[in-house]
């Protein structure tokens, strides 16, 4: 085995042991494992990851899975299918914790604790790359210069925190090249919430200022702030600058605004997670609230996959490794119940984060206060969502009833498609489940073949062509749950039709087909139902099993029409010049500074082109013969 410290993004399994599957494997694989900290992975025939673990020692550890009567039937599955192990060794039992999270969170082993929803935080950044820093939103990696403030909650969140520091400080938030290119004010500027550094209204010196005040402001000072702009305010009104004394108001104002949303805070504390874990009916619900310089930038819920025996501590600590593999961790996390490995869990986040990262779980005080309040709001998110569930299920019994299916669906895929006059077409595909609509599972087609854009039938053909050739590529065993029990079509029968034709083409046979066409006047309520092999028919305008069939088709309408609108969006911001062999960012911006347009540049005569700096006369030629055909 490799001794080398892996890599903890993408590691290398060293070795894999090709014995027959079951206790076998395992058997053969303890025969060569160490006495040495690292991860095991468990693989079924296809070379899909059952089960990511980690271990202070390697052979100590995986022994235990050749007894499987010494486990729970859901383990001993898990080891009946296991056809490969593949192991890698690393120096210390936390960067096994850390290499297990990051397999975890990349691979989805089915008998892992899984944290599905991995969507990134948004952060305030005050970038350092230009003469006048610029205040602004941020998601993804942080490699721009500057400082950054969050995480956030929300996006909402930070919207209304950047508006607040544009009229508390009025720093710009226009692009890098508006802000070189202006000559007057802009609206933000008449507004108040700008003070137009671009055209020369304020000094570098003052514009450094009021950079540093809004620094200063997110790093938790902002009761010193408050201070100093009530002592300017009545300064400013003693001398009877009444004008000036507004601005200072207007300010004050403005930093009180984002400190009203302030439900709860957590003063004496510079930076740290609050993190409350609820379990009910073999769910969990795991609240996390952000707290950085004393103040509540939000919270999110989470509802991590597992086994219904699974306890709280140990759904709680598979959630912190695989939520910080993403998320830079804090110095304090906040607790609210114990988990089984505290202390190899903090160095583990220590060594993510490159300083001492702190678990506590408070029992009294301020801090025991605000664990108390996010585990209020686990406890009611959770509540609310097993009552959703319960609703949905009942929904998805009655529409396997009414379509006599032998059992209600685990997965429901809707399709529709958006174009206008055949331009910019999109297929879309959601999905839905017994815990509502699953948008990771969305997915959009952009429509490729040309016959295809003005056809609806040629469309739907394209979209269950894409997507079932594909799944018969990459699941073809049908053991990772991405295959339908259910498809329903935004159409009648031309486009069921189309797509049973494309299923039989494909020798599938067991996905029932449903068309949802609307009535006569494309009145809601009155939709028919096409089923292969069965009559048309209606549902009763108030049956629930209709509104929930409405429900899912507008939701694929939505999520066509805003793909259409966004791929159209897009082609209307193209610029033609792009398109242009020889034309690069600095030519192109030549030919935009000289004429002001890309259609001024289109209607250019040859002579005009020529005279652009940096045009020549064979690259003028060029671009006059792109528009205007080869003279």
């Given at each position: 085995?490799?001794?080398?410290?892996?890599?903890?993004?993408?590691?290398?399994?060293?070795?894999?042991?090709?014995?027959?599957?079951?206790?076998?494997?395992?058997?053969?694989?303890?025969?060569t494992?160490?006495?040495?900290?690292?991860?095991?992975?468990?693989?079924?025939?296809?070379?899909?990851?059952?089960?990511?673990?980690?271990?202070?020692?390697?052979?100590k550890?995986?022994?235990t899975?050749?007894?499987?009567?010494?486990?729970?039937?859901?383990?001993?599955?898990?080891?009946?299918?296991?056809?490969?192990?593949?192991?890698?060794?690393?120096?210390?039992?936390?960067?096994?914790?850390?290499?297990?999270?990051?397999?975890?969170?990349?691979?989805?082993?089915?008998?892992?604790?899984?944290?599905?929803?991995?969507?990134?935080?948004?952060?305030?950044?005050?970038?350092?790359?230009?003469?006048?820093?610029?205040?602004?939103?941020h998601?993804g990696?942080?490699?721009?210069?500057?400082?950054?403030?969050?995480?956030?909650?929300?996006?909402?969140?930070?919207?209304?925190?950047?508006?607040?520091?544009?009229?508390?400080?009025?720093?710009?938030?226009?692009?890098?090249?508006?802000?070189?290119?202006?000559?007057?004010?802009?609206?933000?500027?008449?507004?108040?919430?700008?003070?137009?550094?671009?055209?020369?209204?304020?000094?570098?010196?003052?514009?450094?200022?009021?950079?540093e005040?809004?620094?200063?402001?997110?790093?938790?000072?902002?009761?010193?702030?408050?201070?100093?702009?009530?002592?300017?305010?009545?300064?400013?009104?003693?001398?009877?600058?009444?004008?000036?004394?507004?601005?200072?108001?207007?300010?004050?104002?403005?930093?009180?605004?984002?400190?009203?949303?302030?439900?709860?805070?957590?003063?004496?504390?510079?930076?740290?997670?609050?993190?409350?874990?609820?379990?009910?009916?073999?769910?969990?619900?795991?609240?996390?609230?952000?707290?950085?310089?004393?103040?509540?930038?939000?919270?999110?819920?989470?509802?991590?996959?597992?086994?219904?025996?699974?306890?709280?501590?140990?759904?709680?600590?598979?959630?912190?490794?695989?939520?910080?593999?993403?998320?830079?961790?804090?110095?304090?996390?906040?607790?609210?119940?114990?988990?089984?490995?505290p202390?190899?869990?903090?160095?583990?986040?220590?060594?993510?984060?490159?300083?001492?990262?702190?678990?506590?779980?408070?029992?009294?005080?301020?801090?025991r206060?605000?664990?108390?309040?996010?585990?209020?709001?686990?406890?009611?998110?959770?509540?609310?969502?097993?009552?959703?569930?319960?609703?949905?299920?009942?929904?998805?019994?009655?529409?396997?009833?009414?379509?006599?299916?032998?059992?209600?669906?685990?997965?429901?895929?809707?399709?529709?498609?958006?174009?206008?006059?055949?331009?910019?077409?999109?297929?879309?595909?959601?999905?839905?489940?017994?815990?509502?609509?699953?948008?990771?599972?969305?997915?959009?087609?952009?429509?490729?073949?040309?016959?295809?854009?003005a056809?609806?039938?040629?469309?739907?053909?394209?979209?269950?062509e894409?997507?079932?050739?594909?799944?018969?590529?990459?699941?073809?065993?049908?053991?990772?749950?991405?295959?339908?029990?259910?498809?329903?079509?935004?159409?009648?029968?031309?486009?069921?039709?189309?797509?049973?034709?494309?299923?039989?083409?494909?020798?599938?046979?067991?996905?029932?087909?449903?068309?949802?066409?609307?009535?006569?006047?494309r009145?809601?309520?009155?939709?028919?139902?096409?089923?292969?092999?069965?009559?048309?028919?209606?549902?009763?305008?108030?049956?629930?099993?209709?509104?929930?069939?409405?429900?899912?088709?507008?939701?694929?309408?939505?999520?066509?029409?805003?793909g259409h609108?966004?791929?159209?969006?897009?082609?209307?911001?193209?610029?033609?010049?792009?398109a242009?062999?020889?034309?690069?960012?600095?030519?192109?911006?030549?030919?935009?500074?000289?004429?002001?347009?890309?259609?001024?540049?289109?209607?250019?005569g040859?002579?005009?082109?020529?005279?652009?700096?940096?045009?020549?006369?064979?690259?003028?030629?060029?671009?006059?013969?792109?528009?205007?055909?080869?003279?």
């Amino acid at each position: 085995m490799a001794d080398n410290r892996p890599d903890l993004d993408a590691p290398e399994a060293p070795s894999a042991v090709p014995v027959p599957t079951g206790v076998g494997v395992i058997a053969a694989a303890v025969r060569t494992l160490p006495n040495t900290p690292g991860v095991y992975r468990m693989l079924d025939r296809s070379g899909d990851a059952l089960y990511v673990g980690k271990a202070r020692s390697l052979k100590k550890r995986v022994v235990t899975y050749t007894h499987p009567e010494r486990l729970p039937t859901r383990l001993q599955r898990m080891i009946s299918a296991t056809a490969r192990m593949e192991v890698v060794t690393t120096h210390t039992e936390a960067e096994a914790l850390l290499l297990e999270s990051n397999l975890i969170k990349k691979l989805k082993p089915r008998y892992n604790i899984l944290l599905r929803d991995d969507k990134s935080f948004p952060y305030i950044l005050i970038a350092d790359d230009h003469a006048w820093p610029r205040v602004l939103k941020h998601r993804g990696a942080r490699t721009r210069p500057g400082q950054y403030h969050g995480p956030y909650a929300s996006a909402g969140a930070v919207n209304r925190t950047l508006v607040a520091l544009q009229k508390a400080f009025l720093l710009r938030s226009c692009s890098d090249s508006v802000f070189a290119n202006r000559t007057r004010p802009c609206l933000l500027h008449q507004i108040k919430r700008c003070c137009a550094p671009c055209v020369g209204r304020v000094s570098e010196d003052e514009y450094q200022g009021l950079v540093e005040q809004a620094r200063a402001f997110l790093e938790g000072r902002s009761q010193d702030m408050q201070r100093d702009l009530a002592t300017r305010m009545e300064d400013a009104s003693a001398r009877l600058a009444f004008e000036e004394a507004a601005i200072y108001r207007d300010r004050i104002r403005a930093l009180t605004s984002v400190q009203s949303h302030q439900d709860i805070t957590l003063p004496g504390l510079g930076e740290a997670d609050v993190v409350a874990v609820h379990q009910a009916g073999g769910q969990t619900c795991i609240q996390v609230f952000f707290f950085r310089a004393g103040n509540n930038h939000g919270n999110r819920a989470y509802y991590p996959s597992h086994a219904r025996e699974d306890e709280a501590g140990a759904v709680l600590e598979a959630f912190l490794g695989q939520f910080y593999s993403r998320q830079m961790p804090p110095k304090v996390i906040l607790l609210s119940t114990d988990i089984p490995n505290p202390e190899l869990v903090a160095e583990a986040l220590s060594i993510r984060a490159e300083h001492k990262v702190t678990l506590h779980v408070p029992q009294r005080g301020a801090r025991r206060k605000v664990v108390d309040h996010a585990l209020t709001n686990a406890r009611e998110a959770l509540a609310r969502r097993m009552a959703e569930t319960s609703a949905q299920q009942t929904l998805l019994e009655g529409l396997a009833e009414v379509l006599g299916l032998e059992g209600p669906p685990e997965r429901v895929e809707v399709y529709d498609n958006s174009h206008i006059s055949g331009t910019n077409p999109i297929g879309a595909m959601i999905v839905a489940g017994p815990e509502g609509f699953q948008k990771t599972s969305y997915r959009k087609f952009n429509i490729r073949h040309a016959e295809a854009t003005a056809d609806d039938y040629a469309m739907m053909r394209e979209v269950m062509e894409r997507r079932f050739a594909r799944a018969l590529k990459e699941d073809p065993d049908r053991t990772r749950g991405q295959w339908p029990d259910l498809v329903l079509i935004d159409g009648g029968q031309g486009q069921v039709s189309a797509a049973a034709g494309v299923l039989e083409d494909l020798g599938i046979e067991d996905v029932q087909l449903v068309g949802v066409a609307k009535g006569p006047d494309r009145d809601a309520g009155r939709e028919r139902f096409f089923v292969p092999g069965r009559p048309s028919f209606l549902l009763p305008p108030n049956h629930p099993v209709l509104y929930f069939v409405q429900r899912l088709r507008d939701e694929a309408h939505r999520f066509a029409v805003a793909g259409h609108q966004a791929r159209r969006k897009k082609a209307a911001a193209a610029n033609p010049l792009d398109a242009i062999p020889g034309i690069g960012a600095a030519r192109k911006k030549a030919l935009m500074h000289h004429f002001g347009s890309a259609k001024a540049v289109s209607q250019a005569g040859l002579a005009d082109l020529e005279a652009v700096e940096g045009i020549s006369e064979g690259l003028a030629r060029k671009i006059y013969e792109r528009f205007h055909g080869e003279t």
